[in-house]
C-alpha cells in the first residue's frame, strides 16, 4: 500500500506532521492497514448505492455460519473446561481455606478471561479460517476484480457482512460458553460426586454455586461481556478478510494465508485481551492481598 505526503507538507504545523507521520507509518504497516480495512467496512455502511435487502441476507448468513454451526464442538469445549475449572477451584479452595472466593475464581476464569478467549480461539479456528479460504479463493480466481467491474465495492460486499456477522456471533457463542460451562460443568461435576462416591471429598449444590457466582460477579462484567467479544469477532473477521485480501495469486498461498490468519488472531485476541483486562488488575492484587 503506497501513501504519499501531501504536496503542501510545508504549511502542516509541527503536531499535524507528527501526526501525518504516525498515519504513514501505520498505514505502511499490516496491522495499520488492517485498522484501515475496519473503518472502511464501518464507513461502507453509509454508502448511497446500499442495499439493505443484500446486506441484511449476507450479514444473517454469515452469523449462521460463525455461531450456528461451531455450537456443538464449542457446547463440548465449555462444559469440560467449566467441570475441570469448578472441580479444581472448589477442592483447591476448600483446602487452602477460602471457600469465600470460589465464586470469584470461577467469574474470573469462565467469565472475564479464559471463557472468552476460548471462544475466540474456537471461532478464529474454523470461522476465521474458512473466511480466509473462501475471500481467498475468489481473489485467485478474479472474482473480487469481478465484483469491482460491475460496480459493487468488494469490501461492502464481504468485508462488513463478515465484520458485523462475526461480531454478533462472537458476542452470542461468548454467553453460550460460559452458560455451558458453568450449567454443563455443575452437571458433570455432580456426576462425578456421584460416580466417584468420597473419593473427590467435594461438597456441592447449584444454589450454593450460583449464590457465589451471583455474588462476585460487578457491574462491569456486564460491560465486558458486550465489550470483548465485540472487539474479538472484529479482529478475527478483520484479520481474516485482510490476510485474504492481500493474497498473492497463486493457490499455493492459500493454506499460508490461512495459518498466518488464525496465528495472528491468536495474537491480537490475547494482546487484546491483556489491555482490556487492565481494568481489573487492582481488583486483583486487592484480591490477592486478601489472599495473603
Given at each position: ?28 504497516r499490516?496491522?495499520?492497514q488492517q ?22 441476507r ?5 452469523t ?26 472448589i ?16 467469574v474470573?476464569v ?21 473466511l ?12 473480487v476484480?469481478?465484483l ?39 452437571l ?10 468420597n473419593m ?12 457465589e457466582?451471583?455474588?462476585a ?32 495469486r ?6 499460508k ?35 495473603i
Amino acid at each position: 500500500m503506497r501513501v504519499r505526503s501531501p504536496r503542501n507538507w510545508q504549511r502542516f504545523t509541527a503536531p499535524a506532521k507528527a501526526f501525518h507521520l504516525l498515519g504513514l507509518f501505520l498505514l505502511r504497516r499490516p496491522f495499520g492497514q488492517q485498522i484501515a480495512l475496519f473503518f472502511r467496512a464501518i464507513s461502507s455502511i453509509f454508502a448511497k448505492n446500499r442495499s439493505l435487502k443484500t446486506d441484511s441476507r449476507n450479514i444473517i448468513m454469515q452469523t449462521y455460519f460463525t455461531a450456528v454451526e461451531i455450537f456443538p464442538i464449542l457446547f463440548v469445549v465449555a462444559t469440560l473446561f467449566g467441570t475441570i475449572t469448578i472441580i479444581e477451584v472448589i477442592s483447591m479452595m476448600g483446602k487452602m481455606g477460602f471457600a469465600d472466593f470460589v465464586g470469584s475464581m470461577i467469574v474470573v476464569v469462565i467469565i472475564r478471561d479464559l471463557g472468552p478467549i476460548l471462544t475466540a480461539f474456537l471461532i478464529a479456528g474454523r470461522s476465521g479460517s474458512s473466511l480466509t479460504t473462501y475471500i481467498g479463493s475468489m481473489v485467485i480466481n478474479d472474482e473480487v476484480d469481478a465484483l469491482a467491474t460491475m460496480g459493487v465495492n468488494p469490501v461492502r460486499f464481504l468485508v462488513m457482512p463478515s465484520l458485523i456477522g462475526g461480531c454478533v456471533a462472537m458476542f452470542i457463542m461468548n454467553i453460550f460458553f460460559s452458560l455451558s460451562a458453568i450449567c454443563g460443568g455443575y452437571l458433570l461435576t455432580k456426576g462425578a460426586i456421584v460416580f466417584a462416591g468420597n473419593m473427590m471429598n467435594i461438597q456441592l449444590t447449584w444454589d450454593y454455586l450460583s449464590t457465589e457466582i451471583l455474588k462476585a460477579l460487578q457491574i462491569f462484567d456486564f460491560a465486558f461481556i458486550i465489550i470483548k467479544p465485540i472487539v474479538f469477532g472484529a479482529i478475527i473477521t478483520t484479520n481474516a478478510c485482510y490476510q485474504a485480501l492481500n493474497i498473492p495469486r497463486d493457490v499455493r498461498q492459500v493454506p499460508k494465508a490461512v495459518s498466518r490468519s488464525v496465528i495472528k488472531s491468536f495474537l491480537y485476541v490475547v494482546i487484546a485481551d491483556g489491555i482490556l483486562s487492565l481494568y481489573y488488575f487492582v481488583d486483583y492484587v486487592n484480591n490477592l492481598n486478601q489472599l495473603i
